[in-house]
């Protein structure tokens, strides 16, 4: 699961209502107690629950996952920042049938930490693309200076072939002078 679907089913999971419960089979039409503990905090009842309605509720999320085709290797996948989350947020709960009805409003505490989670999670990619660039600009910086060590290892070779050869031809004159003045 990339990603944007778990971002996804976590809001589809805050926006499922009592009657999509019931007609899923997770609820009955007359637990109120179960409704309110779901209404509270969809995800603490979705982890609480037993199997059986948990699959009831997973089909329901399933169901309003938008089909897209997967991306393919390598393909950026974008991320909603923080501000994008809030207006998606917004969007969703004003276009739901039951806007306004106290039943169906949710407390204040959930948006409040989606959007931390949301903001920790920009600032971690944001760093994440800000070590990236770092490591390649010193892949760059290594391969350079690699390439300056091989020439100043190739210079001092034929720095040391030539005072090899200066040293051969010093020492030859040396002998031939010696050879001269025994003469």
């Known amino acids: 699961m990339l990603f944007a679907e778990f971002h ?43 199997d059986a309605e948990r ?24 991320a909603l920042t923080a501000e994008e989350w809030a207006e998606l947020r917004q969007t969703i709960n004003s276009s739901s049938p039951n806007y306004g009805h106290p039943s169906n409003q949710y407390p204040s505490w959930d948006d409040d930490v989606m959007l931390e989670v949301a903001a920790t999670l ?21 391969t350079l200076m690699r390439q300056a060590v091989a020439d100043q290892d190739s210079t001092l070779v034929l720095l040391w072939d030539r005072r090899v050869d200066l040293d051969a031809a ?14």
Do not use: C, H
């Open 8 to 50: 996804n089913a976590l809001r589809i999971l805050a926006n499922i209502d009592m009657r999509d419960l019931v007609a899923a089979g997770a609820l009955s039409d007359d637990d109120t107690a179960g409704w309110q503990a779901f209404r509270d905090n969809p995800w603490r009842w979705f982890i609480q629950v037993g």
């Open 170 to 183: 010093t020492a030859k004159a040396e002998a031939l002078l010696a050879a001269l003045e025994t003469r």
């Open 55 to 78: 699959a009831a509720v997973w089909r329901i999320v399933l169901a309003r996952q938008p089909k897209k085709p997967d991306p393919q290797p390598g393909e950026k996948v974008p």
């Open 122 to 142: 920009d600032a971690a990619l944001e760093r994440e693309a800000a070590l990236a660039e770092a490591l390649k600009e010193y892949m760059q910086r290594s």
